[in-house]
């Protein structure tokens, strides 16, 4: 399971940072980012013998999933072992959030992971749909676990897994995710729910909680009537007034976002960039 807690501190470290600002700047809309990347230190020539003393098989996971050349075979006795460190910088783009917040009790995050979400963005080479989803989930889940040690209430949060069958994980808070819960991650990266549909099934509920809802997916639902059960399901979830309910569909606008074109209280948005998804995202969830 290294390569998948490697995604997860990869993740946490590249995504969009949110600060809540207090005190004396109350009601004042500000942001600080920081964006984190590997930059390549060093390079060593050494020999098949020698690379057993460099942790081969972490570094193999590592170098999956960070995608960078740690070992390279140079000949067949050789091998180049690199070292990498982050680095940071100030991110231009900024995430507007206000002091003036409410959280949900609970948020429900339904993410799509059928095969064309793992295909390269327009705007972003090198970037998958997938990629994008992580860094707002990431934004998103690091921005509640700050509000949660400002506010002292931590909401409950459940991810649901989307593909040729649902899979859903348990509840858990910002805090429980950010530790690195190796089922919540695998719920999150490797479901095992196939590729080819989006077989979406939004849960109900009926109580006084308030609740937020957030469907990211990344094209049609190709399974028949889906779009329209699921679509009624939003409505009906929409019109509760302790219900926040949001849809983010990933490089365009498709049938379920459609079928959302004139609902006024839903939030509809055509994700490009992270940074934009997250401020918007965060404006739904944090405000009354």
Not at 13 to 30: A, C, D, E, I
Not at 187 to 195: C, K
Not at 250 to 262: E, R
Request: hydrophobic content about 35%; aromatic content about 6%; glycine content about 6%.
């Amino acid at each position: 399971h290294l390569d998948i807690l490697a995604l997860h501190e990869k993740n946490k470290l590249q995504r969009p940072h949110t600060v809540l600002l207090g005190g004396s700047l109350h009601g004042l809309r500000s942001t600080r980012g920081r964006r984190y990347a590997w930059k390549h230190t060093g390079q060593q020539l050494i020999t098949a013998c020698a690379l057993t003393q460099h942790q081969p098989h972490a570094r193999a996971h590592l170098q999956k999933a960070t995608q960078l050349p740690w070992i390279v075979r140079h000949a067949p006795t050789q091998y180049l072992l690199n070292t990498y460190e982050i680095t940071t910088s100030t991110v231009p783009h900024t995430v507007h959030t206000d002091l003036t917040y409410t959280l949900p009790d609970t948020l429900d995050l339904y993410i799509d992971s059928s095969g064309s979400m793992h295909s390269n963005l327009d705007a972003s080479p090198g970037l998958t749909r997938f990629d994008l989803v992580c860094k707002l989930i990431y934004g998103i889940i690091g921005a509640l676990r700050h509000a949660s040690a400002r506010t002292g209430k931590a909401p409950e949060l459940r991810l649901h897994n989307f593909a040729d069958r649902q899979v859903s994980s348990p509840p858990f808070t910002p805090e429980h995710f950010w530790t690195g819960h190796l089922p919540l991650l695998t719920t999150l990266y490797a479901p095992n729910n196939g590729q080819a549909t989006e077989n979406l099934d939004i849960h109900m509920h009926n109580d006084t909680r308030t609740r937020a809802y957030l469907i990211i997916t990344d094209g049609d639902l190709v399974i028949p009537g889906r779009t329209e059960r699921e679509a009624n399901k939003m409505r009906s979830l929409a019109q509760r007034r302790n219900n926040r309910v949001m849809l983010f569909e990933i490089g365009g606008t498709y049938s379920l976002g459609k079928a959302m074109a004139n609902e006024r209280n839903i939030t509809y948005h055509t994700a490009h960039a992270t940074e934009i998804a997250l401020k918007t995202g965060l404006e739904v969830l944090l405000h009354t």
